[in-house]
């Protein structure tokens, strides 16, 4: 929720991505796939905004397109319920 706040509110920048970035990681690495899909989408969309092509390019090769149908959303439709905002 904080994440999705901060790319409402905040202009793009390399920290948001980052933080983006290990979002999506620690959902997939926790099997949640559909969740970690739409993080990466959200950070290519920031990344094509920095003009950082090759980490839009990255996150989207990463997307299974069969992710979202395999695993149900958290209630009410909310995605990213287990994302940490803690620095790494």
């Given at each position: ?15 948001l991505l980052e933080r983006l970035l290990a979002c999506a ?27 950082d092509t090759e980490t839009a ?32």
């Amino acid at each position: 929720m904080v994440l999705r706040a901060r790319l409402a509110l905040e202009p793009p920048s390399r920290e948001l991505l980052e933080r983006l970035l290990a979002c999506a990681h620690d959902l997939a690495s926790s099997s949640f796939a559909a969740e970690a899909a739409a993080v990466r989408l959200a950070a290519a969309e920031l990344a094509l905004t920095l003009g950082d092509t090759e980490t839009a390019t990255a996150q989207l090769s990463l997307l299974d397109p069969e992710a979202a149908a395999r695993r149900p959303r958290a209630r009410g439709g909310a995605i990213w319920p287990r994302c940490s905002t803690r620095p790494r």
